[in-house]
């Protein structure tokens, strides 16, 4: 597969001289080619400008009569459907400790988990020529060309499964005003402990109407047949989108963080990185669970039930045994929490300036602290 | 064309009160037809959507007394299939004709609506979040997304009635 970089793309089209004095827009170079087929490749592995590219694409670029394939990959991340809720998909403690980012996807679908050993396909087309299917099959036609005895299929649910059981990619799509895109994993070598470690969550008592990932055994591609690296099978995927479409397109290579040849894209990705689209778009749901408490010399169980909108806690009751902690201070600290997010940074500040106010009481403080971080470590 | 229009315009000004009163007669010649040609249940459905007016989006929008009520046709209820969630906006969020007010989302896919009005979301349709389905199985009534203010009454004269959508639809086909 030739690469080129976005420059020499424009090199290419009349609008080098154009960008000689002012830079083109990626959307106007790539109309400037007049080529009906395109096939990008991301020189990033951050998931929120990638995700930014494709809604930047999206939005900017004239898809009426044309088909474009982007190709990705990204750092480990997690990365949950439209309408799912994080708490409910996924271990965010663990996330956590591992520095290992949630993004919110516009598509729908299920939550999966990324990494360098996870390729992305993004299928960009008109609302009319949507066809799942059709890129699916890009896609089994592809690994198909590199093993010919690979049983490899599309589902009907837009799932490939591996040998009839194990899932080696995922779907979600978007349909926007005029245009749409598919976009789909492909489990090449991606680390399986660390994915099944991360995509459980430790939340319980969730009653939600949140979207919900069908859990599947998944297997990688290289365990299959170790000579299949992601590189080998991102040329081989781009080689047939060609065949299959007619096209004779290159691979470029685009910068995400492009600002001047993707304007508005920086503003895009902060969006996307921002806590109110990734946790506070979770649709309504509420929490209601009990837990235990435990000191020295005893354990008593408590009840904590959170109503919570836009990721913000709108109604809290956590009740503690009376013998355990007076009613009034479980009471004062459920008020507390109300109109927080039901996040554990902020909670913890929270309940460090709540535990400020108790009467120096050593064994009421020791409670009262237990009692706030069983509460901080649920979100 | 010209006469229906007419109607509509009398209609809308007129109070909600003789709205109210109108509709039951129009509900039973509605019955009378479908005890008479049960075959005609398409020309049933299109007589109820004549009050809608449609946008190329496939949302459709229906006003009574002053308020808008919004969803989409069945072409797109169709074509997206099973919902299972719908993205609703807050009650008292203002919206610019062809603004994303939510999504749909089936098998996967999300789907934007865009308004198509200006005007102020007064209610949102509850049933939805626990039954989505009603989107596929009722669009013109049960199955209704949100209802909203009218702020710009001449943005209505812009959508296209029943007849011009159904040759819309035609249209994509080509």
């Known amino acids: 597969m030739i690469l080129r970089t976005f420059s020499n793309l424009c090199a290419q089209s009349q609008a080098c001289f154009r960008s000689a004095r002012a830079k083109s827009t990626l959307s106007a170079v790539i109309d400037e080619t007049g080529k009906s087929g395109l096939i990008l490749k991301s020189l990033s592995t951050d998931i929120f400008e990638n995700l930014a590219l494709e809604d930047w694409i999206h939005n900017h670029v004239d898809l009426q009569n044309r088909n474009m394939l982007f190709l990705w990959s990204n750092a480990p991340a997690v990365v949950i459907g439209r309408h799912q809720n994080p708490w409910q998909e996924c271990n965010l403690q663990v996330m956590r400790q591992k520095g290992i980012p949630l993004a919110r996807r516009r598509s729908g679908g299920g939550t999966v988990f990324h990494d360098l050993g996870n390729v992305n396909l993004t299928f960009f087309t008109s609302k009319k020529n949507y066809d799942r299917h059709r890129n699916l099959q890009v896609v089994t036609s592809a690994l198909k060309g590199l093993r010919p005895d690979m049983d490899v299929r599309a589902t009907e649910r837009f799932d490939i499964l591996l040998n009839g059981q194990h899932k080696i990619s995922g779907t979600a799509a978007k349909l926007g005003r005029t245009a749409a895109y598919h976009h789909c994993t492909l489990l090449c070598s991606a680390d399986r402990a660390l994915l099944s470690a991360v995509l459980k969550s430790t939340c319980q008592g969730i009653k939600s109407n949140a979207t919900q990932s069908v859990p599947s055994p998944v297997k990688n591609l290289l365990d299959e047949d170790p000579t299949l690296d992601c590189d080998t099978i991102m040329d081989s995927v781009a080689s047939q989108y060609n065949t299959e479409f007619g096209f004779s397109s290159p691979v470029t290579l685009v910068d995400p963080s492009d600002e001047l040849s993707l304007p508005g894209i920086q503003r895009m990705a902060r969006e996307l990185l921002a806590w109110e689209w990734t946790f506070g778009r979770t649709p309504k749901f509420s929490i209601c669970t009990t837990f235990e408490l435990k000191n020295d010399t005893s354990i008593c169980n408590a009840t904590l039930n959170m109503d919570i909108k836009n990721g913000i806690i709108e109604t809290c009751d956590i009740e503690v045994p009376s013998d355990w902690l007076p009613v009034e201070l479980s009471r004062e600290f459920s008020l507390h929490l109300i109109g927080g997010k039901l996040c554990p940074y902020e909670t913890s500040v929270i309940a460090a300036e709540f535990l400020r106010t108790i009467p120096q009481n050593k064994e009421l403080e020791r409670k009262m602290y237990n009692l706030c971080r069983r509460v901080v470590f649920m979100m | ?174």
């Open chain 2, 1 to 174: 064309m010209a006469m229906r229009v007419a109607f509509r315009c009398l209609t809308a000004n007129f109070s909600p009160v003789l709205i109210q009163r109108s509709r039951p007669v129009q509900i039973s010649a509605n019955r009378l037809l479908w005890k008479a040609n049960p075959a005609q249940s398409l020309s049933t459905a299109s007589r109820l959507s004549t009050a809608l007016k449609f946008t190329d989006k496939h949302e459709w929008v229906r006003v009574e007394g002053g308020i808008g009520t919004v969803g989409i046709s069945k072409f797109a209820q169709e074509a997206l299939g099973d919902v299972v969630y719908c993205g609703l906006p807050e009650v008292g969020q203002k919206l610019e004709q062809m603004e994303e007010f939510g999504a749909l989302e089936s098998v996967k896919a999300a789907s934007e609506l865009y308004s198509p009005l200006t005007g102020e979301v007064t209610e949102i349709n509850t049933e939805l979040a626990v039954n989505p389905g009603l989107v596929n199985k009722s669009c013109y009534e049960v199955g209704w997304l949100i209802k909203m203010t009218i702020d710009n009454p001449a943005e209505l004269d812009g959508l296209m009635d029943d007849c011009s959508y159904e040759k819309f639809i035609k249209s994509l086909d080509e």
